[in-house]
């Protein structure tokens, strides 16, 4: 059985074609724009009243070093990059990190199509080493829930808080223990696509709110025969209630939880939930 994301990554984009990511990039920046620090590179152009074409070079001041801090975007667990890239090309400096070196091996390969200058790091999410601080850190779709040990979502929220420049912005999304309990666990799913199917196995135990789903691939290949793998992924389900607990704990003001598809108050019956968090430093 292969390792997450081995062979799911080339045909991720494919299979993960009705994701909402433009109804997320949007909340996303509604978000940065109302609550967070970080800005745009085309607003900070014309703020300072200068372009890209501008020429010369002088060493940044410690000042403009900071704030340029201020305007990075982290992506956790950024997988092929179609966020990272959405986010970049509204004008945002983005960082892309996910430890499946074959999903950023899709990244890199938009980034070569669109000219963009992400820069992609192969880590660990629960291992986070940056270089500086930033000015928001963003985890969509489901990599939260990738976290499936008892005090991973506490570390992470510790390394986050370490890197986020004061007031900056922790926004995430995760599934919650219902939705695996009630809509997804204990049923296969099966789908036919032009250039690959899969069959997906959900297993899901109550007890340790882990859902193992089994994922049966079969990619065509160039000659036209189809490439049979398979890979096993584990996620965890989160109460809304144990992440506002451990955020707080953290050293973050939750701002907004909300059911990530009606966009309305989480309820016993909510999916997935949409959080965005500051960061309050002493």
């Known amino acids: 059985m292969a390792d997450s994301y081995e062979e799911f990554a080339y045909v991720y984009d494919e299979l993960m074609d009705t994701v909402p990511y433009e109804k997320w990039c949007e909340r996303i920046i509604n978000a940065i724009d109302e609550y967070g620090i970080t800005k745009r590179v085309r607003d900070r152009l014309t703020e300072d009243g200068f372009s890209e074409d501008d020429a010369g070079f002088s060493e940044p001041t410690q000042d403009e070093l900071l704030e340029s801090e201020r305007n ?5 667990g950024c997988g092929t990059g179609t966020m990272t890239e959405m986010l970049y090309s509204d004008g945002f400096d983005m960082i892309g990190i996910d430890n499946s070196e ?3 091996e899709i990244a890199y390969e938009k980034r070569d199509e669109t000219g963009s200058e992400i820069l992609y790091l192969n880590q660990d ?5 940056l270089f500086s601080t930033v000015g928001t850190v963003i985890s969509v779709c489901d990599s939260i829930n ?7 979502f506490e570390t992470l929220a510790g390394l986050v808080h370490n890197y986020l420049y004061p007031g900056g912005l922790f926004i995430f999304d995760f599934n919650t223990d219902y939705k695996y309990r009630e809509v997804i666990g204990d049923r296969t799913i099966a ?13 899901y135990d109550p007890e340790k709110k882990i859902n193992e789903y089994d994922l049966t691939l079969y990619i065509k290949a160039e000659d036209g025969r189809y490439d049979r793998a398979e890979e096993t992924h584990f996620q ?7 992440i506002k607990d451990v955020l707080e704990k953290a050293g973050f003001e939750i701002i907004k939880i909300m059911d990530s598809d009606s966009e ?10 949409f959080v965005i968090a500051r960061c309050i430093k002493e």
Do not use: A
Request: proline share 6%.
């Open 191 to 203: 789908e036919n696509r032009e250039d690959c199917s899969f069959i997906w196995e959900n297993f």
């Open 102 to 104: 074959e999903m950023l």
């Open 264 to 273: 309305g108050s989480v309820g016993p019956e909510t999916e997935r939930v």
């Open 72 to 76: 990075l975007v982290v992506d956790l």
């Open 236 to 242: 965890r389900g989160y109460e809304p209630s144990e």
């Open 146 to 152: 990738y976290l499936t040990k008892d005090p991973d």
């Open 125 to 129: 999410m629960l291992e986070l080493e």
